[in-house]
């Protein structure tokens, strides 16, 4: 899944919405984690207490995949 929502409150709801639909192996590439903010925090908080990586790519993404 690549999500590309540049805001907080968008990002932390996709990810809510998507994460458990998500198949094991499955991969989210987050775009904008290392320039907004809003972006970063709402990852950072969703998988603050799940057992996976979040990998910040030399670009502005991150990806995340799904134990």
């Known amino acids: 899944m690549h999500l590309d929502v540049d805001l907080l409150e968008s990002t932390e709801q996709s990810l809510h919405?998507?994460?458990?639909?998500?198949?094991?192996?499955?991969?989210?590439?987050?775009h904008d984690y290392k320039t907004l903010e809003g972006v970063r925090l709402?990852?950072?908080?969703?998988?603050?207490?799940?057992?996976?990586?979040?990998?910040?790519?030399?670009?502005?993404?991150?990806m995340v995949v799904k134990g």
């Open 17 to 30: 919405f998507l994460w458990d639909k998500m198949i094991p192996g499955g991969i989210i590439l987050i």
């Open 42 to 62: 709402a990852v950072d908080r969703f998988f603050a207490d799940k057992q996976v990586a979040v990998i910040v790519l030399p670009t502005s993404q991150c």
